[in-house]
Structures are given as C-alpha cells and as structure tokens.
C-alpha cells in the first residue's frame, strides 16, 4: 500500500453493528513506559502496521464482546416478542430491570446464561474485519480514481462506510442469526413447556435445524432490516466529525502543533456520538430481531421488513420499537471503552517490542 493510501484513522467495528468506531491514528496514549530494547527487530508480519492494527482491531473486539456479553444477551431477549422476562420487571426503571434481568438469567441458567452466543460474536470478529477493511479500502480507492474525490473526503468516508454496511451484513449475517437464536433458545419456567430446557443442542444443531426446517433462506432473515445500519453510520459519522472538530478547537496546543485527543476525550466524543445515532436508529435492531427469532415453533415476522415495522408499531407502539434500548446503549460505552484501550495498548506494544509501522507492504 502506498503511504498515501494508508487510511489516516483506523476503525474499530462491533460486528453485529455497520456503524463504526473510529480511532484517530493522533490521540495521545499513556501507559506505563516498557522496556527498551536494543536489538533491531526483523521485518516480518509484525511490523507491518496494517497487519498488526487488524490483529489488534480483533483481539480488542474479542475482549469487549466478552465483558459486553451479558447486555448483548439482554439486549436481544428485551427486543424479542417472546417475553422471556415477566411483566414485573419490565415495569421497572431501566437501570433496575437490567440488574434483575441479569440475576434472573444467572439465577435460572447458570453464568451460561448470560454468555449466549459469545461462540459466534468471537468467530465472527476477524471475518468482518477483514470484510469490512477491504471493502472500505476499496471503495475509498474506487471513489478517489473514478470520481476524482480525496480519499478523506466526508462523501468519500460515508460512501465506504455505507458500502461495507451492506457488503458486512451480506456475508456474515448466517452467523448473526445463529447467535440470536441461541440467545433466544429457552422456555419460560411458567410456560406450557413448564421448563427451562434449551431447544437447541448447541450451536451445529442449531444450524443443522435451520438449514433443515427453512433451507439457506433461513439463514438470511434480518438482513434487510440490517442495511438499515447504514444509516446508523451516517449520523455517527456526521456528529463525530462536527462535535471532534469542536473538541479539537478547544484544546490548548500551540500554534501550528495539531490538536490530539487523550483516550479520555476520544471516548466522551465517540461514546456521545454513537449514544445519538443508535437511539435515532434503534428499531432497526428491533426489526430484525424479530425477524430472526422463533416463538412457538414460527415466525411471526417473516413477511418482510415492512410488515414487521407496522405489526410492531400497532400492537405495541413507540414502546415496541424501542425494547430493550436502555440495554444497548448502556452496552455502548464500556465497548467503545475497552475496544479503545485494548487497541491503543496492543499497537503501542507492538510498535516498542516489535517496531510496527516499519512496513506497510
């Protein structure tokens, strides 16, 4: 790749999102000092800095899925028209539902529980990167040979975002769809069923039953309702450059220095951001939860995104089409945050043991 090419901010993904995290290459970053090291290192695959920021992009997302995992799973469950929790707590504050949501799911199916689909959030995490970074590169090429456009042009940024909301979802929506339906997989103790007994016997039964009972169709159910993500991107992305550009104008630097942001201010600003494009763009997620689950042996959404989005909106109002959104966006932040920090401090590693950045080829 050439210098000129390399992308001057790296862009860290939650896979089941299409809107992106982004991490300025600039941002000031402390930790304790390492030990230096007099031995030039070898130039191999880890000084490549390309290389190393998609290992670190996906060890970071790893380690923010774990911590998240509990919320992902709440999340899911609130959005689901299965009900899975009782009325009761679902009259609470949000806050007091989450906290009781989680002790129930822990108290009823053990720490497993609260870790539902953990198996295809990680497994999923490299694919997209590596999905979502190449369809970016090349749309941000295409665009900056064909339309004449700076490849850091906010059209050139949201059209390659855009594209890999599209391209993201499209491949690794089978594996999405797998881990809402294990996260979805219990009965309700006072159900028909009078048990709790899972319905899958794990995860290639899970996918062995869907290809089964509705064929390769199956696996893709949400999708649509999944481009909708685009849009999530667009606002965050248009609120991130606004509101960074201020931030950055407040800081104190001297003239001609350019103006860095410390991770503390990184995650105020991306957090905020992202806080104002979900709950704008929320139901999406809704939707295609809906889609995907199984209540009762069927869906009851699988006559389209549109269909689903009116049934929603009439049976159960403003309300319906935000379940659950209190859980996710409590999810947010501690994601952005360890997704950040884990990143920052593997890159900054490596560059001091490895000498990262050396190569770029």
Not at 53 to 76: C, E, M, R, Y
Not at 228 to 240: N, P, Q, S
Not at 247 to 266: I, M, V
Not at 294 to 315: H, L, P, Q, W
Request: aromatic fraction near 10%; hydrophobic fraction near 40%; charged fraction near 20%.
């Amino acid at each position: 790749m050439k210098k000129e090419d390399t992308p001057s901010s790296e862009v860290l993904i939650d896979i089941e999102d299409t809107s992106t995290t982004i991490v300025e290459s600039d941002i000031k970053f402390t930790t304790a000092p390492l030990p230096d090291t007099s031995v030039v290192p070898k130039q191999s695959f880890l000084t490549n800095k390309n290389t190393v920021n998609f290992l670190a992009g996906g060890i970071s997302g790893s380690i923010a899925s774990v911590v998240t995992q509990p919320l992902d799973v709440l999340k899911t469950r609130f959005q689901s028209s299965a009900k899975i929790y009782n009325d009761a707590a679902m009259k609470q504050n949000f806050l007091l539902k989450i906290i009781d949501s989680l002790k129930i799911t822990a108290k009823t199916e053990g720490i497993h529980g609260l870790f539902r689909g953990l198996i295809p959030n990680i497994a999923g995490i490299f694919p997209s990167r590596a999905i979502y970074f190449a369809t970016y590169s090349g749309t941000k090429d295409l665009m900056s040979k064909y339309c004449g456009l700076s490849s850091e042009s906010p059209l050139v940024h949201i059209a390659s975002a855009a594209a890999c909301g599209v391209v993201v979802p499209a491949v690794m929506n089978p594996m999405f769809l797998v881990k809402t339906r294990i996260q979805l997989d219990l009965y309700k103790p006072n159900s028909s069923r009078g048990n709790n007994t899972p319905n899958y016997n794990g995860y290639m039964d899970c996918i062995s039953r869907i290809y089964r009972d509705e064929g390769v169709k199956g696996f893709y159910k949400g999708l649509t309702a999944s481009f909708l993500g685009i849009f999530e991107t667009a606002i965050y992305f248009v609120l991130y450059e606004q509101v960074k550009r201020m931030a950055l104008k407040s800081t104190n630097n001297s003239e001609g220095e350019a103006p860095k942001f410390t991770p503390l201010t990184y995650i105020t600003v991306s957090g905020g951001c992202k806080l104002v494009a979900s709950a704008i763009t929320y139901p999406h997620e809704v939707v295609r939860t809906r889609m995907r689950e199984i209540v009762d042996g069927k869906c009851r959404y699988d006559k389209g995104m549109i269909n689903a989005f009116k049934t929603i909106a009439i049976e159960e109002g403003t309300r319906g089409l935000y379940s659950g959104m209190g859980a996710h966006l409590i999810r947010v932040v501690p994601n952005t945050a360890i997704m950040f920090l884990s990143f920052e401090f593997i890159t900054h590693f490596m560059e001091k043991h490895y000498g990262t950045g050396k190569t770029t080829q």
